[in-house]
């Protein structure tokens, strides 16, 4: 949105409610700052007028208030918390060089599991599309064991913070929920707390859905 010059005023996110803008929707909120909401649907990804944002075309997309677009999660996910340092534990604890380590798992490993499965045709020819998720679902249980055994109760302390919004976020995207869970109580104990988080609740709301996820 721009100012009588020009300029833009408010940061602008270019996604999906469900997709991988949720997250820097409550990053947004958490850091207090008004953005525009603009809903790009699947068929438009690919269009000249998306792609003069993003030529990967792909969600999410973050419009600076000066007007730069900031593509890739990782990148958006940096600019938030260096932009709005109370998102996150301060320079030099080490809660911090936690919450990156853990980021970099989530982003590296553990969405590119969800990725396989939920979008298979990217990786394989149909005929093995099955082969495909049961080696996703092998790769993701790992990746759950491991988060299973950082959450104490969060990813970095005692309060949720930027990458923990990431992997809630995530968490709604499993195929199988009962199988993510099984085993896992603290990872069950996060997604019920992160479910009530006030945070959550009003991005959910304002894309018309339930408060309690």
Not at 31 to 36: P, Q
Request: net charge negative.
């Amino acid at each position: 949105m721009a100012d009588m010059d020009g300029k833009m005023n408010r940061y602008e996110l270019l996604g999906r409610s469900t997709a991988g803008s949720f997250f820097a929707e409550c990053l947004l909120r958490a850091a207090g700052v008004e953005y525009d909401f603009t809903h790009v649907r699947r068929s438009d990804s690919g269009s000249a007028e998306f792609r003069a944002h993003n030529p990967l075309s792909r969600i999410p997309v973050l419009v600076t208030p000066d007007g730069r677009d900031i593509i890739e999660s990782m990148a958006i996910f940096t600019h938030l918390v260096e932009t709005f340092p109370q998102l996150a534990p301060p320079v030099g604890d080490p809660l911090r060089d936690s919450m990156w380590q853990q980021l970099a798992v989530l982003g590296t490993s553990l969405y590119p599991a969800m990725h396989r499965h939920h979008h298979t045709r990217y990786y394989a020819p149909e005929e093995m599309f099955d082969a495909v998720r049961e080696y996703a679902a092998v790769d993701a249980a790992r990746w759950w064991d491991y988060i299973e055994g950082q959450l104490s109760p969060y990813l970095a302390g005692k309060s949720p913070m930027a990458a923990d919004f990431y992997l809630f976020m995530i968490t709604r995207w499993a195929p199988d929920p009962d199988a993510m869970l099984a085993g896992r109580p603290r990872l069950a104990a996060f997604i019920t707390a992160m479910r009530q988080n006030a945070i959550v609740g009003d991005v959910n709301e304002s894309h018309g859905k339930a408060r309690d996820y």
